[in-house]
């Protein structure tokens, strides 16, 4: 019921988390309209997979509260649960698996049964390309193609909103670029509002229309690329922006590392 | 669509999956056959032939056979904890949590899996004692409540296994632990020795050890002339409890484990 939903996707109004004395976020304030590709940068540690994981329901928040496709993430997490997509930060799908197998178990746990659940299954391999190797265990793929048999599972349900936490990480260029072509027919098609994080300024650039920068749990700017760019000077990059609002300084790849110290990165998946 | 509908379907589908896992693995399946297998035919023959444990009327060998059959449900089961930090290391559990599906589908789907798991495990056992030549009983009904009770005791173990992995969290934490836990159950029961030959503590212990419902249930059903301690009805009604309580405690920790 695309039409009667709320136009602001995802809301946040002081959402906070502590671990112990750590604040991993602190009193972050996001609207995102509905249909957007909102992009949520920041070193290792500012908070984005935290951010992420309040949002799809996996985490508890300390204080402030959060909403997604109209509904409280904390009261109503099951509502929330049924229009949302979901792809983590590393390559999750069950390797012992198949394609097919791995999306028809996701369907079933959204409660898509009989031809539905055929037709949508066989309609997301093809969205994905695996057609030719549905039947194959998941642990033989490629990084690129599990990427997109992740994003065809996580959007079987036809959710309102997806989130998803370096879609492209350790992708190659090629793979990358279609996981972008994925994001934007899901919105050109399905009005489908995409939330992701990145490290890749590229990525930011081209495929996000609105970017917010976090930096120690805090939120440090908001804007469109374009706008974010203009405001630091004419020949300003994303990188600029990015180094400017973050106290980070890049590598020549356009990813960069922390100036002050290096984070606990085996923490990654949390 | 009802919600029991809907748990149900849930279940089958987390029972599905794993049961296709495990279709493909099926060495690791024969593997944990192997300690069963040692049990019986070095154990069994040798304490049947010093008779040093009084046994009644029945051979050790006869004796020893269910309680290696509840034993081998016991130790594959319990590695199911290990399965699951595996699969919250891989992000896959973070998956299944942000389903709308009810959380206590996924872990009873789980344990369905571990039941059909230790169905398997069961017809290993049997084809040993076969071998051995243990006094087996082939009526239907005795059969069939073997087969419940280890499908039952499976579901038992493994979603206490579950509980534990999601209190522990992390793969060593939880190996120590799953050893410390795992022996006690099995000593602290019926499967070597009568529970009449314990100390007194020890039979304490045995009387709220799930196994020993698991043992005394197999026992007066899987052999000639075996006997169980309890009723079937108790054995039964305590193991159907302690999986109710291990399910509803189990489907709150599980979410933690995303966090
Ligand atoms: N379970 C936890 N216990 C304690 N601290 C945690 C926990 N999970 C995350 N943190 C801390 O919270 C902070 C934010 O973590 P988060 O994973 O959100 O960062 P991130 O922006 O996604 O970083 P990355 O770019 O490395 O993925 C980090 O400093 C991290 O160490
Ligand atoms: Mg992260």
Request: net charge positive; hydrophobic share 50%; with cysteine.
């Amino acid at each position: 019921m695309p039409s009667s939903a709320p136009p602001v996707a995802i809301s946040t109004v002081e959402l906070t988390k502590r671990y112990g004395e750590f604040t991993a976020l602190d009193r972050l304030d996001l609207s995102v309209p509905r249909g957007r590709i909102f992009g949520l940068l920041g070193p290792n540690g500012a908070g984005k997979s935290t951010t992420i994981k309040i949002l799809t329901t996996l985490l508890d928040a300390s204080s402030g509260s959060a909403t997604v496709a109209g509904f409280d993430v904390a009261a109503d997490p099951v509502e929330v649960r049924r229009r949302i997509g979901y792809v983590p930060q590393l390559l999750s799908a069950d390797g012992a698996l198949t394609a097919t197998e791995n999306l028809v178990l996701s369907a079933r746990l959204h409660g898509l049964h009989g031809r539905i659940r055929v037709a949508r299954v066989s309609e997301a391999l093809a969205f994905a390309g695996l057609e030719a190797v549905a039947n194959k265990l998941v642990r033989t793929f490629s990084g690129g193609m599990v990427r997109r048999l992740e994003v065809a599972q996580a959007t079987l349900h036809r959710p309102e909103v997806l989130f998803l936490d370096e879609p492209t990480l350790g992708l190659d260029p090629v793979a990358r670029k279609t996981v972008w072509e994925r994001l934007r027919q899901l919105r050109e098609t399905e009005g489908m509002t995409i939330l992701i994080t990145t490290h890749d300024m590229e990525e930011a650039d081209v495929l996000c229309d609105e970017l917010a920068i976090l930096h120690q749990g805090r939120l440090a700017v908001l804007g469109a690329p374009e706008a974010l760019k203009a405001e630091i000077g004419p020949d300003a990059t994303l990188a600029d922006v990015f180094v400017r609002f973050s106290g980070a300084v890049l590598d020549h790849g356009g990813s960069y590392r922390e100036v002050r110290e290096s984070r606990d990165t085996v923490r990654r998946l949390g | 669509m009802s919600p029991f509908l809907e748990f149900f379907r849930e279940a089958a589908a987390v029972a599905d999956a794993e049961v296709r896992k495990l279709r493909r693995d099926p060495t690791e399946l024969l593997s944990r056959a192997v300690q069963p297998v040692l049990w019986l035919a070095v154990f069994g023959q040798v304490f049947s032939q010093v008779r040093g444990i009084p046994t009644g009327d029945l051979r050790y060998l006869d004796f020893m056979a269910p309680g290696i059959l509840a034993q081998s449900i016991l130790f594959s089961a319990i590695f199911y904890g290990i399965a699951i930090i595996w699969e919250r290391d891989l992000g896959i559990v973070h998956k299944l949590l942000v389903t709308p599906a009810h959380r206590s589908a996924l872990v009873f789907g789980k344990a369905i899996a571990a039941g059909l798991r230790g169905l398997v495990q069961a017809a290993v056992v049997y084809l040993v004692a076969i071998l051995l030549q243990v006094h087996i009983r082939w009526e239907p009904l005795p059969v069939l409540t073997v087969a419940a009770g280890v499908f039952v005791g499976s579901c038992i173990f493994s979603t206490f296994s579950l509980f534990i992995a999601c209190i522990v969290k992390t793969r060593e934490r939880f190996m120590g632990i799953g050893q410390v836990l795992t022996m006690p159950l099995f000593f602290a029961s019926s499967a070597l020795y009568p529970v009449q030959l314990m100390p007194g503590w020890l039979q304490a212990l045995a009387a709220v050890n799930p196994l020993t419902y698991l043992v005394g249930a197999l026992r007066g059903s899987m052999i000639v002339g075996g006997t169980s301690v309890h009723a079937l009805g108790t054995s039964f009604g305590i193991m159907l409890l302690v999986f109710a309580l291990l399910l509803a405690l189990a489907s709150k920790l599980y979410p933690g484990l995303a966090r």
